[in-house]
């Protein structure tokens, strides 16, 4: 007896049914689906035995997920993704790129200079050619419409997240939304989301492990009735889950230190982005003032 007795029949729909019952699964259940969502293209092309490995569980695990999900076996819900990369185009062998990368970078001998810095670069270019792969259209239009829509963006992330949370509050008062920056100083964290309204967005920034104030700030959010804007590196990270919107990030991580050159690229493009339909919409108006 399987908890789904359809399966679904595209992608998307195995996606959307994963997210709806992410928190009622069982852990190991949970470490599966979050492989599917973070790693479809291996999930869609390697070996029931090479995702086994890849996601730390065994086999008989997977073809349990799957069986969940109204399927009869693994293979018929790695069909689906398969299908999606070939219909789609999608690029393939990132996780590849990422690894054969890595393995060429820990075993070379500790460089410096152009040698290091091309490694940085290198590193950085397969997370920036990654991005437009989890980052639809779609999901950047419903972003900028939710800073369009708020009276007040309130933007938070602390620690490695701090920079990308700091160019987002400068950049989108510079493009002239009100913005309020939760800084955390002085331990006024709380208070400052505290402030938050029905009508204001909250912008998270989280990676894992995830930061203790920035789950905090989201789940305060969510229970004020403010939407909420994440961007996290899994659709099922803790910030990711209570969201309106949420934009999926994976950076690089060269020789032990993990970057945010794609996450401050998606975070210049939401703020353009904004600029754009706001200069857009200000200049309609202008034209029906004449």
């Known amino acids: 007896m399987t908890d789904a007795q359809i399966p679904p029949t595209t992608a ?3 996606r959307a049914a994963i997210l709806a ?13 979050r492989y599917v969502l973070d790693e479809p293209n291996e999930l869609a092309l390697e070996t029931l035995a090479v995702i086994a490995e890849r996601s730390g569980v065994q086999p008989s695990a997977i073809v349990r997920f799957a069986k969940s999900f109204g399927f009869d076996g693994a293979s018929q819900m790695q ?3 398969r299908d999606g990369l070939l219909s789609g185009h999608a690029a393939l062998g990132y996780s ?8 060429a970078v820990d075993n070379s001998a500790a460089s410096g200079g152009a040698e290091l810095l091309s490694e940085f670069v290198e ?4 997370a920036l050619q990654n991005l437009p792969q989890t980052v639809s259209d779609a999901d950047l239009t419903a972003a900028v419409r939710l800073v369009e ?4 963006v309130f933007v938070v992330g602390v620690r490695r997240a701090f920079p990308i949370a700091a160019y987002l509050a400068y950049s989108l008062q510079q493009a002239g939304k009100r913005t309020t920056f939760v800084d955390g100083v002085a331990g006024l964290a709380r208070q400052q989301v505290g402030m938050i309204r029905p009508e ?5 920034v989280s990676y894992q492990p995830y930061a203790e104030e920035t789950v905090h700030a989201v789940e305060a959010a969510a229970t004020r009735g403010a939407p909420v804007l994440s961007i996290s590196d899994s659709l099922v990270s803790p910030i990711a889950k209570p969201a309106t919107v949420t934009l999926q990030v994976r950076e690089s991580e060269i020789r032990a230190f993990r970057s ?3 996450s401050m690229c998606l975070a210049q493009a939401l703020v353009i982005g904004f600029a754009f339909e706001a200069s857009r919409k200000e200049d309609a108006k202008n034209r029906r003032k004449r």
Do not use: H
């Not at 590849?96 to 393995?103: A, G, K, M, T």
């Not at 829509?149 to 007040?152: E, K, L, Y």
């Not at 204001?200 to 998270?204: E, G, S, V």
């Open 21 to 33: 019952r992410y928190d009622g699964l069982s852990k190991r259940l949970q470490q599966i689906a």
């Open 149 to 152: 829509a708020c009276d007040t």
């Open 96 to 103: 590849e790129r990422v690894r054969n990368f890595s393995r």
């Open 12 to 14: 998307e729909e195995l």
């Open 260 to 262: 945010l050159s794609a």
């Open 123 to 126: 590193g950085n270019t397969i």
């Open 79 to 81: 069909r689906l993704f």
């Open 200 to 204: 204001d967005l909250l912008i998270a």
